[in-house]
């Protein structure tokens, strides 16, 4: 019997017992033992809840229990989180959790303790829900040198701008239908600013180049300045625009942003709407390689953190080697970046030329006084200058 204890008892925390309770006889089977809860750590009391007695309110109680084997930190956010994953850690307790923040942040800290103890951190719910990303990264992929990872990695995004393409609507009014179905918080901001993707990325990064990233330090760009009219525009170029985090790897080193891109219908990513994530790779030998699954959500993201249980389980008192070193990695200015640009103004075409050179210009339904054009391929740096020295601009999105 294999006993573990939850820290937080909301959505994933109980949807972690609900996995283990629904399919119980093949988990154990694939385990090699029986999974038991035996506490549950949240600051409230759930009466008439069928796991009510499990619940315990001292952390302490878990740290020094030696029973507990497994540790599943569901509480979301840097603190407690990482004081009560170290300790429990550094007390020989394997931890899996889906905090895409305390991983971001502490993985490679947590990962160090991990295999001077011989036991495991695992990660796979923090990036991509249900999506299996982690794992293949470190296991199935280990033969290519990635050469990109560019994905959807917010299903509140990703719902809310597939909700203005189908239906038209504003920035505004989506996001409240965003919160009314509960897939935006009431602080929306993280999801919308694009810092959940940042961090996100920042982890996928660092597990491909085995270095520490800092998500401070990517270029970071949300949704909440695209209007209806951008969304008209790309519609008459039958594009769509997607938030992509995106890392490439170059002759400098690797470049990571996240921001708006309008994509083609040729590009693989163009076709993932609603609440779902997709995280396409691509691998000097493999070629191109796509995640596709629910990338949020109370049961899939528990299926990943139970998947983390049954690989520990099958992998007790023995460490399963992540490579991703304390050492920071310094990642390339992204000003570097090149990229292709959509631009809408209200300066006249000859004074666009003027400055632009050649560029393909973009008529769109329902929109007047205005312009809208597509730039030749340069870099973020140059765009900059050019936008400068052109004036009037009302819109910026990058083009793929």
């Known amino acids: 019997m294999i006993k573990i204890a939850i820290l937080g ?13 629904t399919n119980r006889e093949s988990i154990a089977k694939r385990a090699g033992d029986e999974i038991e809860v035996k506490y549950i750590l949240d600051l409230r009391d759930f009466p008439g809840d069928p796991m009510e007695d499990k619940v315990i309110h001292d952390y302490n109680v878990i740290a020094e229990d030696p029973e507990v084997q497994v540790v599943v930190e569901a509480m979301g956010g840097v603190e407690p989180a990482y004081t009560f994953v170290k300790r429990a850690l550094l007390a020989g307790k394997n931890v899996t959790t889906s905090n895409k923040a305390l991983v971001a942040k502490h993985g490679a800290e947590l990962i160090a303790i991990a295999k001077e103890q011989n036991i495991n951190f695992l990660f796979e719910a923090s990036v991509g829900g249900g999506i299996p990303i982690i794992r293949p990264l470190n296991s199935s992929l280990t033969a290519d040198e990635i050469e990109e990872i560019t994905g959807i990695l917010n299903g509140t995004t990703n719902y809310m701008l597939s909700k203005m393409t189908f239906e038209g609507l504003e920035f505004d009014d989506v996001l409240k239908d965003a919160q009314s179905r509960g897939y935006a918080e009431a602080d929306p901001t993280a999801d919308v600013e694009g810092y959940d993707a940042c961090r996100k990325i920042a982890i996928l990064t660092a597990l491909v180049c085995g270095q520490q990233v800092d998500f401070e330090d990517i270029y970071t760009e949300g949704i ?29 080193g690797y470049c990571a942003m996240v921001a708006p891109f309008m994509l083609s219908q040729q590009h693989p990513l163009y076709s993932v709407n609603d609440v779902f994530n997709a995280i396409f790779v691509h691998g000097n030998v493999l070629g191109d390689a796509m995640f596709y699954g629910s990338g949020a959500g109370k049961l899939p993201t528990a299926s990943a953190v139970v998947a983390d249980i049954v690989d520990i389980a099958k992998h007790l008192h023995k460490n399963i080697l992540i490579s991703w070193s304390s050492g920071k990695l ?7 970046a090149e990229n292709r640009f959509f631009v809408r103004t209200t300066e006249a075409k000859e004074r666009v030329k003027s400055v632009f050179g050649e560029v393909e210009f973009v008529e769109a339904p329902d929109v007047a006084g205005e312009i809208g054009f597509i730039t030749g391929i340069m870099t973020e740096e140059a765009f900059e200058e050019k936008a400068e020295a052109l004036k009037n601009i009302k819109q910026r999105i990058r083009v793929v």
Request: hydrophobic share 35%.
């Open 224 to 252: 909440s300045s695209i209007t209806a009219d951008d969304i008209k525009y790309a519609n008459a170029m039958g594009r769509v625009i997607k938030l992509l985090a995106t890392s490439k790897k170059t002759e400098e």
């Open 330 to 336: 310094n990642l390339v200015d992204s000003k570097k």
């Open 9 to 21: 008892y909301g959505t994933i925390g109980s949807g972690v017992v609900e996995v283990l309770n």
